[in-house]
């Protein structure tokens, strides 16, 4: 009987220990290297009250019972199926079989299953950032749009500015011209004509002063859009890239639920 014990046990990919028993004792036993119940041959079967093997005899039917590492550092999977002869139960043979890989799979995909779950979660919490620098992004764009509008709009006032500084130059250099030709009596005339000049060309540097100055300001402000249009477009990528790699997290997350779910 030990043979046939060892050429069973020699079928199974894992660990295995095998019991033979009758209706009234145990006719064999062949432990496994990790798996040893240490079921002595001739023990009475009623020893083995509330195993598999004792319920296969009772019922006829096949057994199953998964065991977890507490007895042997191993899970393992017992089955008892009952031998049959002319319909009546005479005996039972059973198989205490190791899933210790089983077991490890099923914990490393309930560990990279949580571990998804964490990853998805931060992913989706970059993306969320994301979306709200782009739209900061925005909201400064908007702004720095509308900056350049009013330097524009600036321009323009200097431009009329200037326009009235050069006819003020205009008048004040004719009204000089005049005072010259009145001699004495155009003196304080030709005074006023003096400061008006003064007062035109201090207006006209000014207004290139300032005008070169907002220039300075435009030209920051469009290479700040121009960065901040980059920083967009990067943004929006990385969007996309978190939203592509939480779908693949979900993937993922999907097969090790299933592998954890195997039984």
Same mark, same amino acid.
């Given at each position: ?6 050429? $069973? @046990? ?9 019991? =033979? ?8 036993? #062949?432990?496994?290297?990790? $798996? ?25 039917? %096949? ?19 009952? %031998? ?20 490890? =799979?099923?914990?490393?995909? @309930? ?46 006032? =200097? ?11 205009? =008048?004040? #250099? ?38 070169? @100055? *907002? ?29 592509? *790699? ?5 993937? %993922? ?11």
């Amino acid at each position: 009987m030990q043979n046939v014990l060892s050429m $069973i @046990q020699k079928t199974y990919p894992e660990d295995a220990a095998l019991v =033979l028993a009758d209706t009234d004792k145990v006719l064999a036993y #062949l432990p496994g290297e990790k $798996i040893d119940l240490k079921v002595p041959v001739g023990a009475p079967i009623e020893k083995f009250r509330g195993t598999v093997s004792y319920a296969a005899l009772e019922t006829g039917k %096949v057994q199953r019972e998964e065991r977890g590492p507490e007895a042997f550092g191993i899970s393992y999977l017992s089955t008892a199926v009952p %031998v049959m002869r002319e319909g009546e139960v005479v005996g039972v043979i059973a198989a205490m079989v190791s899933n210790h890989k089983a077991a490890r =799979l099923q914990d490393g995909a @309930q560990e990279l299953s949580s571990l998804v779950e964490e990853m998805t979660a931060t992913s989706e919490e970059v993306t969320r950032s994301s979306m709200g620098i782009t739209q900061r992004l925005d909201e400064l764009v908007s702004s720095s749009n509308s900056m350049v509008h009013d330097i524009e709009s600036s321009f323009e006032i =200097l431009s009329s500015v200037k326009r009235i500084a050069d006819q003020s130059h205009m =008048l004040g #250099l004719n009204a000089a011209i005049e005072a010259a030709r009145a001699g004495e009596q155009g003196r304080g005339f030709g005074v006023v004509a003096t400061e008006i000049r003064k007062l035109a060309n201090d207006s006209h540097a000014l207004v290139k002063s300032i005008h070169s @100055q *907002l220039a300075g300001m435009k030209q920051s402000i469009l290479q700040m859009d121009q960065s901040i249009q980059q920083i967009m477009s990067f943004s929006q990528h990385q969007g996309q890239a978190m939203q592509e *790699l939480s779908r693949a997290f979900e993937h %993922v997350a999907g097969t090790a639920n299933d592998l954890s779910n195997l039984d």
